[in-house]
């Protein structure tokens, strides 16, 4: 395989990806039904020409839910992602240049966060704030946070050590200047790469918390609320449960398949 040319898997989860993007932002362009029509005369069809992915208990289009599902699993994956990106930054920073002190209660509060599993920490936050899109959003993004913090702390810290910082210090360069041109742009450039796979993440937890019944209230289309309902139905409509599940799948698929080739051009660049 030439250097620099894309592998077959990423431009399949590139293609992927996109539409899942599409479906967020223009869902009327991949389904023109309404996913919250109900009619009970339909219900539990199976998946055909007059309904691709078949209908749920409620004789709802699975196939318009799935689609329209897409807009809030992102919502909660990007609004998470963002989130995280931005408190850690602040925080790495702080602990990085804050000195001693200052450092260490940070790293300190890092380590007992994460002594908690990712969701068991959401799923705190989420008895304490209470359901809904927000909630899960703020939840997922604080249970994120302290791994990429002390990742930022890290490279803070590497970075302030290197002969280019004193050499910027005796040109006489502001501290504000060395941060906006050498610290931040160092400390940011390992979350960049990190952010398509923490972006899969988030939809996965979304996902989960979704399927608790701690996501969206009903009837709103999501895709792990949808998988919580189809579970009950599985012997009699396997596809309530199954269709929304591989949905979820794809996407962390997809998302976790280009995060990992942009670390692979990361390195090829730095190394």
């Known amino acids: 395989m030439k250097a620099g040319r894309p592998r077959g898997s990423t431009v399949i989860a590139a293609v992927g990806l996109a539409l899942v993007v599409l479906a967020a932002l223009r869902p009327s362009v991949l389904a023109s039904g309404d996913p919250d029509a109900v009619n009970v005369l339909q219900a539990f069809r199976g998946p055909g020409f007059a309904h691709w992915f078949g209908t749920d208990q409620l004789g709802r289009d699975e196939y318009t839910r799935v689609v329209y599902g897409a807009r809030l699993s992102l919502t909660v994956g990007l609004g998470a992602t963002v989130l995280a990106t931005a408190a850690a930054t602040l925080l790495g920073l702080a602990a990085g240049l804050g000195g001693r002190v200052v450092g260490a209660a940070l790293g300190r509060v890092f380590d007992v966060f994460l002594a908690f599993p990712g969701l068991?920490?959401?799923?705190?936050?989420?008895?304490?704030?209470?359901?809904?899109?927000?909630?899960?959003?703020?939840?997922?993004?604080?249970?994120?946070t302290p791994g990429l913090a002390r990742l930022v702390r890290a490279r803070v810290l590497e970075v302030r050590g290197a002969g280019y910082i004193d050499a910027a210090v005796i040109l006489g360069l502001g501290r504000g200047a060395i941060l906006r041109r050498h610290l931040l742009p160092a400390a940011l450039r390992p979350l960049l790469v990190l952010v398509t796979v923490g972006i899969a993440e988030s939809i996965l937890a979304g996902a989960a918390l979704s399927f608790l019944g701690l996501g969206p209230a009903e009837p709103a289309a999501e895709w792990g609320s949808m998988l919580a309902q189809g579970r009950d139905y599985l012997a009699l409509a396997w596809w309530t449960g199954i269709i929304p599940g591989l949905a979820i799948a794809a996407t962390v698929v997809a998302a976790t398949v280009l995060g990992r080739a942009a670390q692979r051009a990361a390195r090829r660049r730095t190394g």
């Not at 359901?131 to 604080?142: C, K, N, P, V």
Request: charged share 5%; net charge negative.
């Open 120 to 144: 068991l920490l959401a799923l705190l936050v989420l008895a304490v704030l209470g359901s809904g899109t927000g909630q899960e959003i703020l939840a997922i993004a604080l249970a994120a």
